[in-house]
Protein backbone atom coordinates (compact mmCIF):
# COMPACT_ATOMS: atom_id res chain seq x y z
CA UNK A 1 0.00 0.00 0.00
CA UNK A 2 2.87 2.59 0.96
CA UNK A 3 5.55 2.35 -1.92
CA UNK A 4 8.99 3.49 -1.07
CA UNK A 5 10.96 5.92 -2.87
CA UNK A 6 13.33 3.73 -4.47
CA UNK A 7 10.34 1.42 -5.71
CA UNK A 8 8.93 4.76 -7.78
CA UNK A 9 12.07 5.81 -9.10
CA UNK A 10 12.72 2.05 -11.00
CA UNK A 11 9.50 2.03 -12.32
CA UNK A 12 9.89 5.20 -13.40
CA UNK A 13 12.94 3.83 -15.83
CA UNK A 14 10.47 1.22 -16.92
CA UNK A 15 7.17 2.68 -17.81
CA UNK A 16 6.71 4.79 -21.46
CA UNK A 17 3.50 5.50 -21.22
CA UNK A 18 0.41 6.41 -17.99
CA UNK A 19 2.04 4.69 -15.93
CA UNK A 20 5.25 7.07 -16.01
CA UNK A 21 2.97 9.89 -14.96
CA UNK A 22 2.04 7.78 -11.88
CA UNK A 23 5.12 7.26 -10.84
CA UNK A 24 6.15 11.03 -11.64
CA UNK A 25 3.52 12.24 -9.34
CA UNK A 26 4.29 10.27 -6.42
CA UNK A 27 7.44 10.64 -6.63
CA UNK A 28 7.20 14.40 -6.14
CA UNK A 29 4.79 13.14 -3.27
CA UNK A 30 6.78 14.62 0.41
CA UNK A 31 4.50 12.44 1.84
CA UNK A 32 1.15 10.26 2.57
CA UNK A 33 -1.37 12.89 4.25
CA UNK A 34 -4.12 11.40 6.49
CA UNK A 35 -6.80 12.87 8.29
CA UNK A 36 -8.45 10.53 10.20
CA UNK A 37 -5.69 9.88 13.11
CA UNK A 38 -6.99 13.37 14.57
CA UNK A 39 -9.34 15.09 12.41
CA UNK A 40 -7.24 17.18 10.45
CA UNK A 41 -4.47 16.45 8.06
CA UNK A 42 -0.84 15.60 9.08
CA UNK A 43 1.49 13.17 7.56
CA UNK A 44 1.79 9.77 7.97
CA UNK A 45 4.67 10.01 9.54
CA UNK A 46 3.59 11.97 12.47
CA UNK A 47 0.81 9.35 13.12
CA UNK A 48 0.78 7.21 16.42
CA UNK A 49 -1.73 5.06 15.73
CA UNK A 50 -2.01 1.87 13.32
CA UNK A 51 -2.31 3.43 9.64
CA UNK A 52 -2.89 1.79 6.64
CA UNK A 53 -3.92 4.03 3.84
CA UNK A 54 -5.36 2.98 0.26
CA UNK A 55 -5.04 5.23 -2.19
CA UNK A 56 -7.18 5.63 -5.77
CA UNK A 57 -4.42 4.52 -7.74
CA UNK A 58 -4.27 0.85 -5.92
CA UNK A 59 -7.88 0.10 -6.05
CA UNK A 60 -7.69 0.79 -10.21
CA UNK A 61 -4.17 -1.28 -10.41
CA UNK A 62 -5.99 -4.00 -8.16
CA UNK A 63 -9.33 -3.89 -10.55
CA UNK A 64 -11.13 -4.56 -7.04
CA UNK A 65 -15.13 -4.60 -7.36
CA UNK A 66 -16.24 -3.58 -4.11
CA UNK A 67 -14.64 -2.05 -0.72
CA UNK A 68 -15.07 -5.47 0.75
CA UNK A 69 -12.06 -6.74 -1.66
CA UNK A 70 -9.92 -3.80 -0.96
CA UNK A 71 -10.49 -3.77 2.92
CA UNK A 72 -9.66 -7.94 2.69
CA UNK A 73 -6.38 -7.17 1.90
CA UNK A 74 -5.29 -4.72 4.41
CA UNK A 75 -3.67 -5.46 7.96
CA UNK A 76 -5.95 -6.49 10.91
CA UNK A 77 -8.97 -6.70 8.77
CA UNK A 78 -11.14 -9.97 8.35
CA UNK A 79 -14.34 -9.99 6.38
CA UNK A 80 -17.23 -12.10 6.64
CA UNK A 81 -20.45 -11.79 3.65
CA UNK A 82 -23.57 -13.53 2.94
CA UNK A 83 -23.19 -14.38 -0.46
CA UNK A 84 -21.51 -11.73 -3.37
CA UNK A 85 -21.55 -8.46 -4.84
CA UNK A 86 -23.84 -6.33 -2.40
CA UNK A 87 -25.25 -8.62 0.21
CA UNK A 88 -24.75 -8.25 4.32
CA UNK A 89 -21.04 -8.18 5.45
CA UNK A 90 -19.50 -8.05 8.50
CA UNK A 91 -15.73 -6.27 9.09
CA UNK A 92 -13.63 -7.29 11.75
CA UNK A 93 -10.99 -4.99 13.04
CA UNK A 94 -8.20 -6.59 15.06
CA UNK A 95 -10.92 -9.26 15.91
CA UNK A 96 -13.74 -6.55 17.26
CA UNK A 97 -17.26 -6.71 16.56
CA UNK A 98 -17.92 -5.45 12.80
CA UNK A 99 -20.46 -2.96 14.42
CA UNK A 100 -17.23 -1.86 16.96
CA UNK A 101 -15.50 -0.11 13.49
CA UNK A 102 -16.45 3.54 12.84
CA UNK A 103 -17.23 3.59 9.27
CA UNK A 104 -17.01 7.42 8.17
CA UNK A 105 -17.43 9.12 4.23
CA UNK A 106 -15.76 12.05 4.36
CA UNK A 107 -15.34 12.43 8.20
CA UNK A 108 -19.04 12.07 8.27
CA UNK A 109 -20.90 8.38 9.95
CA UNK A 110 -23.51 6.81 7.41
CA UNK A 111 -24.49 4.12 10.55
CA UNK A 112 -27.04 5.12 12.73
CA UNK A 113 -29.02 3.31 15.71
CA UNK A 114 -31.73 2.59 13.77
CA UNK A 115 -29.62 1.14 10.75
CA UNK A 116 -28.20 3.42 7.98
CA UNK A 117 -26.19 3.11 4.84
CA UNK A 118 -24.33 0.22 4.91
CA UNK A 119 -20.66 1.08 3.85
CA UNK A 120 -20.25 -1.92 1.35
CA UNK A 121 -22.59 -0.33 -1.00
CA UNK A 122 -20.33 3.02 -1.50
CA UNK A 123 -19.27 2.84 -5.11
CA UNK A 124 -15.68 2.25 -5.41
CA UNK A 125 -15.40 4.89 -8.60
CA UNK A 126 -16.53 7.57 -6.17
CA UNK A 127 -13.73 6.93 -3.94
CA UNK A 128 -10.41 9.05 -3.22
CA UNK A 129 -8.67 6.89 -0.72
CA UNK A 130 -9.60 4.87 2.29
CA UNK A 131 -7.54 6.01 5.68
CA UNK A 132 -7.96 2.50 8.06
CA UNK A 133 -7.48 3.65 11.41
CA UNK A 134 -6.72 0.72 13.71
CA UNK A 135 -7.41 0.82 17.57
CA UNK A 136 -9.81 2.40 19.86
CA UNK A 137 -11.25 6.31 18.44
CA UNK A 138 -13.64 7.20 20.82
CA UNK A 139 -11.44 9.45 22.38
CA UNK A 140 -12.17 11.59 18.85
CA UNK A 141 -14.73 10.27 17.84
CA UNK A 142 -17.87 9.02 20.42
CA UNK A 143 -19.24 5.86 20.20
CA UNK A 144 -18.74 2.71 18.02
CA UNK A 145 -14.81 3.19 17.69
CA UNK A 146 -13.71 0.30 19.74
CA UNK A 147 -11.93 -1.60 17.06
CA UNK A 148 -10.89 1.38 14.95
CA UNK A 149 -11.96 3.99 12.44
CA UNK A 150 -12.38 3.63 8.83
CA UNK A 151 -12.60 6.99 6.47
CA UNK A 152 -13.75 6.55 2.98
CA UNK A 153 -13.10 9.89 1.64
CA UNK A 154 -14.53 10.84 -1.80
CA UNK A 155 -13.63 14.73 -2.51
CA UNK A 156 -10.14 14.89 -3.91
CA UNK A 157 -7.80 17.55 -2.36
CA UNK A 158 -5.87 17.98 -5.85
CA UNK A 159 -6.59 20.85 -8.25
CA UNK A 160 -6.48 19.26 -10.90
CA UNK A 161 -8.14 19.20 -14.57
CA UNK A 162 -8.61 15.01 -15.00
CA UNK A 163 -11.50 12.74 -16.54
CA UNK A 164 -12.49 9.71 -17.13
CA UNK A 165 -14.71 7.41 -18.80
CA UNK A 166 -14.63 3.31 -17.32
CA UNK A 167 -17.01 0.34 -18.83
CA UNK A 168 -16.74 -3.03 -17.76
CA UNK A 169 -18.27 -6.64 -17.97
CA UNK A 170 -17.72 -10.34 -15.99
CA UNK A 171 -18.66 -13.09 -14.88
CA UNK A 172 -22.47 -13.73 -14.08
CA UNK A 173 -23.43 -11.02 -16.52
CA UNK A 174 -21.69 -8.33 -14.48
CA UNK A 175 -21.49 -5.08 -16.12
CA UNK A 176 -20.56 -1.52 -15.38
CA UNK A 177 -20.33 2.28 -16.42
CA UNK A 178 -18.70 4.55 -14.67
CA UNK A 179 -17.68 8.34 -14.96
CA UNK A 180 -15.83 11.33 -13.61
CA UNK A 181 -14.96 14.95 -14.38
CA UNK A 182 -12.76 17.51 -12.42
CA UNK A 183 -12.35 21.05 -13.49
CA UNK A 184 -10.19 23.71 -12.34
CA UNK A 185 -11.36 27.67 -11.95
CA UNK A 186 -8.73 30.41 -12.46
CA UNK A 187 -9.82 31.49 -8.58
CA UNK A 188 -8.65 28.08 -7.38
CA UNK A 189 -12.05 26.43 -7.24
CA UNK A 190 -12.40 22.98 -7.97
CA UNK A 191 -15.58 21.19 -9.35
CA UNK A 192 -16.14 17.39 -9.58
CA UNK A 193 -19.22 15.25 -10.96
CA UNK A 194 -19.23 11.57 -11.00
CA UNK A 195 -21.45 8.61 -11.57
CA UNK A 196 -21.86 4.83 -12.23
CA UNK A 197 -24.11 1.85 -12.55
CA UNK A 198 -23.04 -1.81 -11.66
CA UNK A 199 -25.30 -4.91 -11.75
CA UNK A 200 -24.72 -8.23 -11.55
CA UNK A 201 -27.30 -11.40 -12.58
CA UNK A 202 -25.52 -13.34 -9.46
CA UNK A 203 -25.49 -16.64 -8.28
CA UNK A 204 -27.17 -19.18 -5.66
CA UNK A 205 -25.60 -18.21 -2.60
CA UNK A 206 -27.24 -20.35 0.41
CA UNK A 207 -25.90 -24.57 0.79
CA UNK A 208 -27.93 -25.99 0.26
CA UNK A 209 -28.58 -24.84 -2.98
CA UNK A 210 -31.72 -23.08 -3.81
CA UNK A 211 -31.64 -23.10 -7.54
CA UNK A 212 -31.82 -19.34 -7.85
CA UNK A 213 -29.72 -16.62 -8.59
CA UNK A 214 -29.39 -13.51 -6.00
CA UNK A 215 -28.06 -10.69 -8.19
CA UNK A 216 -27.51 -7.26 -7.36
CA UNK A 217 -27.85 -3.13 -8.95
CA UNK A 218 -26.09 0.14 -7.71
CA UNK A 219 -26.60 3.13 -9.26
CA UNK A 220 -24.47 6.96 -8.28
CA UNK A 221 -24.28 10.11 -8.62
CA UNK A 222 -21.66 12.53 -6.48
CA UNK A 223 -20.81 16.09 -7.07
CA UNK A 224 -18.66 18.62 -4.90
CA UNK A 225 -17.68 22.39 -5.24
CA UNK A 226 -14.60 23.98 -3.42
CA UNK A 227 -14.42 27.53 -3.47
CA UNK A 228 -11.28 29.26 -1.91
CA UNK A 229 -12.52 32.71 -0.26
CA UNK A 230 -9.40 33.75 0.50
CA UNK A 231 -5.74 32.02 0.81
CA UNK A 232 -6.99 31.42 4.39
CA UNK A 233 -10.64 30.54 4.10
CA UNK A 234 -12.36 28.39 1.85
CA UNK A 235 -16.37 27.05 1.52
CA UNK A 236 -17.55 23.52 0.25
CA UNK A 237 -20.25 21.97 -0.72
CA UNK A 238 -20.97 18.16 -1.98
CA UNK A 239 -23.83 15.79 -2.64
CA UNK A 240 -23.96 12.00 -2.67
CA UNK A 241 -26.52 9.52 -3.70
CA UNK A 242 -26.68 6.13 -3.95
CA UNK A 243 -29.13 3.52 -4.71
CA UNK A 244 -28.46 -0.38 -3.90
CA UNK A 245 -31.25 -3.14 -4.58
CA UNK A 246 -29.78 -6.76 -3.85
CA UNK A 247 -31.61 -9.72 -3.95
CA UNK A 248 -31.40 -12.72 -1.30
CA UNK A 249 -32.95 -16.05 0.09
CA UNK A 250 -35.46 -15.77 2.92
CA UNK A 251 -38.10 -18.25 2.42
CA UNK A 252 -37.84 -17.96 -1.38
CA UNK A 253 -36.19 -14.52 -2.90
CA UNK A 254 -36.33 -11.37 -1.04
CA UNK A 255 -35.01 -7.72 -2.15
CA UNK A 256 -33.59 -5.42 -0.14
CA UNK A 257 -32.98 -1.69 -1.03
CA UNK A 258 -30.59 0.41 0.77
CA UNK A 259 -30.66 4.47 -0.71
CA UNK A 260 -28.68 7.25 0.04
CA UNK A 261 -28.94 11.16 0.13
CA UNK A 262 -26.07 13.17 1.55
CA UNK A 263 -25.96 17.03 1.89
CA UNK A 264 -22.94 18.29 3.31
CA UNK A 265 -21.62 22.13 3.84
CA UNK A 266 -18.69 22.85 5.27
CA UNK A 267 -16.51 25.76 5.83
CA UNK A 268 -13.09 26.58 6.98
CA UNK A 269 -9.93 27.92 7.89
CA UNK A 270 -6.63 27.00 7.47
CA UNK A 271 -4.43 29.87 9.49
CA UNK A 272 -0.51 29.80 10.09
CA UNK A 273 -1.04 28.57 13.48
CA UNK A 274 -5.22 27.93 13.75
CA UNK A 275 -7.17 25.26 11.80
CA UNK A 276 -10.80 24.99 11.69
CA UNK A 277 -13.63 23.28 9.94
CA UNK A 278 -17.57 23.76 10.58
CA UNK A 279 -19.67 20.57 9.29
CA UNK A 280 -23.22 20.49 8.19
CA UNK A 281 -24.35 17.22 7.16
CA UNK A 282 -27.66 15.93 6.87
CA UNK A 283 -28.44 12.12 5.15
CA UNK A 284 -31.84 10.65 4.19
CA UNK A 285 -32.20 6.69 4.26
CA UNK A 286 -34.04 4.55 3.27
CA UNK A 287 -33.90 0.46 3.71
CA UNK A 288 -36.16 -1.41 2.58
CA UNK A 289 -37.08 -5.54 2.74
CA UNK A 290 -39.75 -7.21 0.27
CA UNK A 291 -40.21 -10.21 -0.73
CA UNK A 292 -40.20 -10.61 -4.70
CA UNK A 293 -43.86 -12.46 -4.65
CA UNK A 294 -45.27 -9.54 -2.70
CA UNK A 295 -43.17 -6.69 -4.14
CA UNK A 296 -42.32 -3.48 -2.76
CA UNK A 297 -45.82 -1.80 -2.03
CA UNK A 298 -46.07 -5.06 0.58
CA UNK A 299 -42.70 -4.40 2.57
CA UNK A 300 -42.36 -7.20 5.25
CA UNK A 301 -40.08 -4.47 6.68
CA UNK A 302 -38.95 -0.86 6.20
CA UNK A 303 -36.96 2.17 7.80
CA UNK A 304 -37.58 5.86 6.71
CA UNK A 305 -34.43 7.41 8.60
CA UNK A 306 -33.47 11.56 9.25
CA UNK A 307 -29.71 12.01 10.08
CA UNK A 308 -28.49 14.93 10.86
CA UNK A 309 -25.00 15.69 11.95
CA UNK A 310 -22.78 19.02 13.20
CA UNK A 311 -19.09 19.34 13.43
CA UNK A 312 -17.00 22.38 14.96
CA UNK A 313 -13.12 21.08 15.15
CA UNK A 314 -10.13 22.87 15.74
CA UNK A 315 -6.82 22.19 15.81
CA UNK A 316 -4.13 25.24 17.51
CA UNK A 317 -0.63 25.51 16.98
CA UNK A 318 1.00 26.87 20.01
CA UNK A 319 4.50 26.68 18.91
CA UNK A 320 7.34 24.58 17.34
CA UNK A 321 6.29 21.41 20.07
CA UNK A 322 3.18 21.73 21.34
CA UNK A 323 -0.17 22.03 19.15
CA UNK A 324 -4.14 21.65 21.50
CA UNK A 325 -7.34 20.35 19.46
CA UNK A 326 -10.84 21.01 20.85
CA UNK A 327 -14.12 20.32 18.92
CA UNK A 328 -17.69 19.27 19.53
CA UNK A 329 -20.02 17.02 17.77
CA UNK A 330 -23.64 16.76 17.74
CA UNK A 331 -25.93 13.81 15.87
CA UNK A 332 -29.78 13.48 15.68
CA UNK A 333 -31.17 10.11 14.72
CA UNK A 334 -34.86 10.46 13.80
CA UNK A 335 -37.02 7.14 12.64
CA UNK A 336 -39.97 7.62 10.77
CA UNK A 337 -43.43 7.32 11.30
CA UNK A 338 -44.32 4.45 9.24
CA UNK A 339 -41.40 1.75 10.32
CA UNK A 340 -42.14 -1.62 9.47
CA UNK A 341 -41.06 -5.49 11.21
CA UNK A 342 -38.49 -6.68 13.48
CA UNK A 343 -39.75 -4.85 16.17
CA UNK A 344 -38.91 -1.62 14.71
CA UNK A 345 -42.34 -0.81 14.21
CA UNK A 346 -43.32 0.16 17.98
CA UNK A 347 -39.68 2.36 17.94
CA UNK A 348 -41.56 4.49 14.56
CA UNK A 349 -40.87 8.35 15.83
CA UNK A 350 -38.28 7.56 17.74
CA UNK A 351 -35.30 9.66 17.77
CA UNK A 352 -31.63 9.92 19.72
CA UNK A 353 -29.78 12.67 20.23
CA UNK A 354 -25.84 12.61 20.96
CA UNK A 355 -23.62 15.30 22.06
CA UNK A 356 -19.76 14.61 22.27
CA UNK A 357 -16.91 17.17 23.23
CA UNK A 358 -13.53 16.67 22.89
CA UNK A 359 -9.77 18.20 23.04
CA UNK A 360 -6.39 16.58 22.35
CA UNK A 361 -2.65 17.49 22.95
CA UNK A 362 -0.33 16.63 20.80
CA UNK A 363 3.66 17.42 22.08
CA UNK A 364 6.87 16.71 19.44
CA UNK A 365 10.12 16.85 20.94
CA UNK A 366 13.20 15.34 19.11
CA UNK A 367 12.99 12.05 18.58
CA UNK A 368 9.32 11.50 20.84
CA UNK A 369 6.56 12.64 20.29
CA UNK A 370 3.16 11.99 22.11
CA UNK A 371 -0.75 12.43 21.78
CA UNK A 372 -3.63 12.47 24.59
CA UNK A 373 -7.18 12.90 23.88
CA UNK A 374 -10.55 13.03 26.54
CA UNK A 375 -13.92 13.01 25.05
CA UNK A 376 -17.28 12.52 26.87
CA UNK A 377 -20.94 11.61 25.13
CA UNK A 378 -24.23 12.72 26.29
CA UNK A 379 -26.61 9.95 25.08
CA UNK A 380 -30.07 10.89 25.89
CA UNK A 381 -30.82 7.35 26.88
CA UNK A 382 -27.63 6.83 28.82
CA UNK A 383 -25.22 8.49 31.44
CA UNK A 384 -22.42 10.77 30.25
CA UNK A 385 -19.54 8.49 29.01
CA UNK A 386 -16.08 9.86 29.26
CA UNK A 387 -13.05 8.20 27.36
CA UNK A 388 -9.60 8.98 26.71
CA UNK A 389 -6.24 7.96 25.13
CA UNK A 390 -2.71 8.50 25.35
CA UNK A 391 0.21 7.63 22.72
CA UNK A 392 3.61 8.15 21.97
CA UNK A 393 6.09 7.21 18.95
CA UNK A 394 9.76 7.37 19.94
CA UNK A 395 12.44 7.18 17.13
CA UNK A 396 15.46 5.04 18.30
CA UNK A 397 17.44 6.39 15.41
CA UNK A 398 17.08 7.12 11.74
CA UNK A 399 15.35 3.59 11.25
CA UNK A 400 13.75 2.14 14.21
CA UNK A 401 10.94 3.52 15.95
CA UNK A 402 8.75 2.32 19.00
CA UNK A 403 5.09 3.44 19.46
CA UNK A 404 2.26 2.35 22.08
CA UNK A 405 -0.82 3.52 23.49
CA UNK A 406 -3.69 2.86 25.56
CA UNK A 407 -7.24 4.02 25.66
CA UNK A 408 -10.97 3.09 26.56
CA UNK A 409 -13.70 3.27 24.32
CA UNK A 410 -17.67 2.59 24.23
CA UNK A 411 -20.67 1.66 21.93
CA UNK A 412 -24.04 2.16 22.73
CA UNK A 413 -26.62 -0.62 21.70
CA UNK A 414 -28.46 -0.17 18.16
CA UNK A 415 -32.26 -0.02 18.15
CA UNK A 416 -32.52 -3.38 16.91
CA UNK A 417 -30.32 -5.00 19.81
CA UNK A 418 -32.50 -2.86 22.42
CA UNK A 419 -36.01 -4.06 20.80
CA UNK A 420 -34.52 -7.93 21.53
CA UNK A 421 -33.08 -7.20 25.07
CA UNK A 422 -33.98 -3.96 26.75
CA UNK A 423 -31.68 -4.32 29.39
CA UNK A 424 -28.91 -4.69 27.50
CA UNK A 425 -25.66 -2.33 28.51
CA UNK A 426 -22.88 -0.43 26.23
CA UNK A 427 -20.48 -2.14 25.33
CA UNK A 428 -17.11 -0.52 27.02
CA UNK A 429 -13.22 -1.72 26.34
CA UNK A 430 -9.74 -1.25 27.90
CA UNK A 431 -7.16 -1.24 24.72
CA UNK A 432 -3.60 -1.22 24.84
CA UNK A 433 -0.96 -1.48 21.90
CA UNK A 434 2.88 -1.72 21.94
CA UNK A 435 4.70 -1.75 18.30
CA UNK A 436 8.28 -1.59 17.01
CA UNK A 437 9.34 -0.79 13.03
CA UNK A 438 12.35 -0.37 11.06
CA UNK A 439 13.24 0.76 7.47
CA UNK A 440 16.84 -0.90 6.17
CA UNK A 441 17.46 -0.99 2.66
CA UNK A 442 16.04 -4.17 1.46
CA UNK A 443 13.01 -4.18 3.58
CA UNK A 444 10.22 -2.06 6.36
CA UNK A 445 8.90 -3.97 8.75
CA UNK A 446 6.32 -3.30 11.34
CA UNK A 447 5.19 -5.46 14.68
CA UNK A 448 2.42 -4.98 16.80
CA UNK A 449 0.76 -6.42 20.03
CA UNK A 450 -2.72 -5.61 21.34
CA UNK A 451 -4.60 -6.37 23.90
CA UNK A 452 -8.77 -5.35 24.52
CA UNK A 453 -10.50 -5.65 27.18
CA UNK A 454 -14.20 -5.18 26.35
CA UNK A 455 -17.39 -5.36 29.11
CA UNK A 456 -20.96 -6.13 28.18
CA UNK A 457 -20.18 -7.56 25.15
CA UNK A 458 -23.41 -7.62 22.52
CA UNK A 459 -23.74 -10.73 20.71
CA UNK A 460 -26.60 -12.07 18.87
CA UNK A 461 -26.46 -16.05 19.70
CA UNK A 462 -28.00 -18.29 17.31
CA UNK A 463 -31.29 -19.62 19.16
CA UNK A 464 -34.27 -22.04 18.65
CA UNK A 465 -36.41 -20.43 16.98
CA UNK A 466 -34.83 -17.25 16.88
CA UNK A 467 -31.55 -15.59 17.40
CA UNK A 468 -31.23 -13.79 20.67
CA UNK A 469 -28.61 -10.98 22.52
CA UNK A 470 -26.78 -10.90 25.49
CA UNK A 471 -24.21 -9.06 27.33
CA UNK A 472 -20.41 -10.35 27.89
CA UNK A 473 -17.33 -10.33 28.42
CA UNK A 474 -14.28 -10.55 25.77
CA UNK A 475 -10.38 -10.44 25.13
CA UNK A 476 -8.76 -10.05 22.15
CA UNK A 477 -5.38 -10.04 22.27
CA UNK A 478 -3.10 -10.37 19.22
CA UNK A 479 0.11 -9.86 17.19
CA UNK A 480 0.38 -7.92 13.24
CA UNK A 481 3.62 -8.36 11.56
CA UNK A 482 3.73 -6.56 8.40
CA UNK A 483 7.11 -6.86 5.99
CA UNK A 484 7.20 -4.35 2.67
CA UNK A 485 10.19 -5.14 0.34
CA UNK A 486 10.89 -5.26 -3.60
CA UNK A 487 12.61 -7.63 -5.88
CA UNK A 488 14.00 -6.23 -8.54
CA UNK A 489 10.74 -4.27 -10.20
CA UNK A 490 8.24 -6.09 -8.04
CA UNK A 491 6.82 -4.66 -5.18
CA UNK A 492 5.85 -7.06 -2.27
CA UNK A 493 3.71 -6.65 1.23
CA UNK A 494 3.23 -9.60 3.65
CA UNK A 495 1.12 -9.49 6.32
CA UNK A 496 1.19 -12.24 9.18
CA UNK A 497 -1.81 -11.83 11.99
CA UNK A 498 -2.29 -13.60 14.76
CA UNK A 499 -4.92 -13.64 17.58
CA UNK A 500 -6.59 -15.07 20.94
CA UNK A 501 -10.00 -14.08 21.14
CA UNK A 502 -12.82 -16.10 23.92
CA UNK A 503 -15.51 -14.31 25.67
CA UNK A 504 -16.27 -15.02 29.14
CA UNK A 505 -17.76 -18.28 29.04
CA UNK A 506 -14.47 -19.30 27.20
CA UNK A 507 -16.06 -19.60 23.89
CA UNK A 508 -14.27 -18.49 20.23
CA UNK A 509 -15.91 -14.74 19.29
CA UNK A 510 -17.58 -16.17 15.68
CA UNK A 511 -16.17 -16.18 12.29
CA UNK A 512 -12.43 -15.07 13.66
CA UNK A 513 -9.86 -16.86 13.14
CA UNK A 514 -6.85 -17.43 14.98
CA UNK A 515 -4.15 -16.58 11.69
CA UNK A 516 -4.80 -14.83 8.43
CA UNK A 517 -2.01 -14.41 6.53
CA UNK A 518 -1.65 -11.71 3.39
CA UNK A 519 0.97 -11.40 0.61
CA UNK A 520 0.28 -8.64 -2.02
CA UNK A 521 2.56 -8.10 -5.26
CA UNK A 522 2.63 -5.52 -7.81
CA UNK A 523 4.43 -4.66 -10.47
CA UNK A 524 4.58 -2.55 -13.64
CA UNK A 525 6.82 -3.15 -16.86
CA UNK A 526 6.72 -1.33 -19.83
CA UNK A 527 2.87 -1.07 -20.86
CA UNK A 528 1.76 -3.77 -18.49
CA UNK A 529 0.40 -3.31 -14.23
CA UNK A 530 0.26 -6.49 -12.35
CA UNK A 531 -1.40 -7.28 -9.11
CA UNK A 532 -1.51 -10.87 -7.49
CA UNK A 533 -3.10 -11.09 -4.02
CA UNK A 534 -2.73 -14.37 -1.47
CA UNK A 535 -4.84 -15.03 1.30
CA UNK A 536 -5.51 -17.41 4.21
CA UNK A 537 -8.41 -17.55 6.20
CA UNK A 538 -7.80 -19.93 9.27
CA UNK A 539 -10.28 -22.32 10.76
CA UNK A 540 -13.01 -20.05 12.51
CA UNK A 541 -16.20 -20.64 14.02
CA UNK A 542 -19.34 -20.09 11.62
CA UNK A 543 -22.19 -18.97 14.03
CA UNK A 544 -22.02 -17.70 17.70
CA UNK A 545 -23.44 -19.79 20.44
CA UNK A 546 -23.42 -20.06 24.04
CA UNK A 547 -22.51 -23.77 23.92
CA UNK A 548 -20.14 -25.66 22.02
CA UNK A 549 -21.39 -27.14 18.79
CA UNK A 550 -19.70 -29.73 17.10
CA UNK A 551 -20.32 -28.86 12.97
CA UNK A 552 -20.34 -24.85 13.52
CA UNK A 553 -17.05 -24.60 11.91
CA UNK A 554 -15.65 -23.06 9.01
CA UNK A 555 -12.91 -24.84 7.21
CA UNK A 556 -9.26 -22.78 6.45
CA UNK A 557 -8.99 -21.69 2.89
CA UNK A 558 -6.52 -20.22 0.46
CA UNK A 559 -7.25 -17.71 -1.65
CA UNK A 560 -5.86 -16.33 -5.01
CA UNK A 561 -6.67 -13.06 -6.95
CA UNK A 562 -5.07 -11.68 -9.84
CA UNK A 563 -5.04 -8.43 -12.16
CA UNK A 564 -3.55 -7.41 -15.46
CA UNK A 565 -3.38 -3.98 -17.09
CA UNK A 566 -2.13 -2.67 -20.42
CA UNK A 567 -1.70 1.05 -21.32
CA UNK A 568 -2.79 1.19 -25.05
CA UNK A 569 -1.59 4.80 -25.16
CA UNK A 570 -0.90 6.84 -22.27
CA UNK A 571 -4.98 7.61 -21.59
CA UNK A 572 -6.35 4.24 -22.60
CA UNK A 573 -5.68 1.41 -20.88
CA UNK A 574 -7.38 -2.32 -20.73
CA UNK A 575 -7.53 -4.30 -17.51
CA UNK A 576 -8.55 -7.26 -16.42
CA UNK A 577 -9.41 -9.43 -13.01
CA UNK A 578 -9.93 -13.17 -11.67
CA UNK A 579 -10.90 -13.68 -8.37
CA UNK A 580 -9.95 -16.85 -6.72
CA UNK A 581 -8.26 -18.02 -9.44
CA UNK A 582 -8.07 -21.41 -7.83
CA UNK A 583 -11.61 -22.08 -7.23
CA UNK A 584 -11.73 -22.74 -4.36
CA UNK A 585 -15.24 -24.21 -2.36
CA UNK A 586 -15.48 -22.22 1.04
CA UNK A 587 -17.30 -19.93 2.95
CA UNK A 588 -16.68 -16.82 5.29
CA UNK A 589 -20.82 -16.94 6.86
CA UNK A 590 -22.27 -20.13 7.61
CA UNK A 591 -24.72 -21.94 4.62
CA UNK A 592 -23.71 -19.09 2.67
CA UNK A 593 -21.17 -20.24 -0.57
CA UNK A 594 -18.91 -17.76 -1.14
CA UNK A 595 -17.99 -16.89 -5.21
CA UNK A 596 -16.67 -19.33 -7.43
CA UNK A 597 -14.00 -18.10 -10.01
CA UNK A 598 -14.72 -15.05 -11.34
CA UNK A 599 -13.41 -13.02 -14.78
CA UNK A 600 -13.50 -9.20 -15.37
CA UNK A 601 -12.79 -6.95 -18.00
CA UNK A 602 -12.76 -3.06 -17.59
CA UNK A 603 -11.92 -0.18 -20.51
CA UNK A 604 -10.97 3.28 -19.05
CA UNK A 605 -10.28 6.03 -21.05
CA UNK A 606 -8.75 9.13 -18.99
CA UNK A 607 -8.52 12.87 -20.61
Known amino acids: MRKSFLAVAVTASLLPYASIAHAQQAATETETVVVTANRFEQPLSEVIASTTV??????????????????????????????????????????????????????????????????????????????????????LYGSDAIGGVINIITI???????????????????????????????????????????????????RPATGMNFGNENQNIHLSFRKPLNNDFYSLVSLRWFDNLVEYSRSGKSLGGDENLSLTGEAGYNGDSLSSIFRLNYQSIENINYAESQGKNSPSTKKDIDFYNAQFLNLYKVNETFSVGGGVDFRKEELKDGAIGWGTGKLAGKSRDTFGLYTSLDAAFDSLRLNASIRNDKHDEYDDYTTWSVGGLYHVNDNHQLHASIGTSFKAPSYSDLTDNPDLQPEEAD??????????????????????????????FEGTPRWYTRNVDAEIRGVEIALDFSTSFIDHTVIAEFKDHKDSNGNKLAKRADENF??????????????????????????????????????????????????????????????NLTDENYETAKTYTAPSRRYYLNLTYQF
Open 431 to 460: SKEIGFSAQYNWFDIEVTGYDNQVDNLIIW
Open 518 to 579: KWLASASYENFDFNLNFTYLGERLGNPNETYVADNILPSVSLWDFALGYWVTPEFVVRGRVE
Open 156 to 206: SSESVDESSVSLGAGSEQFREGNFSFQTTGDNGSVFSFAGGYEETEGYDIR
Open 54 to 139: ISKQDIEASQAKSILDVLKSAPGVEVAQNGGRGHNASVFLRGTNSDQTLFLVDGVRIETAAGGSAFNHVPLNLIERIEVIRGPGAA
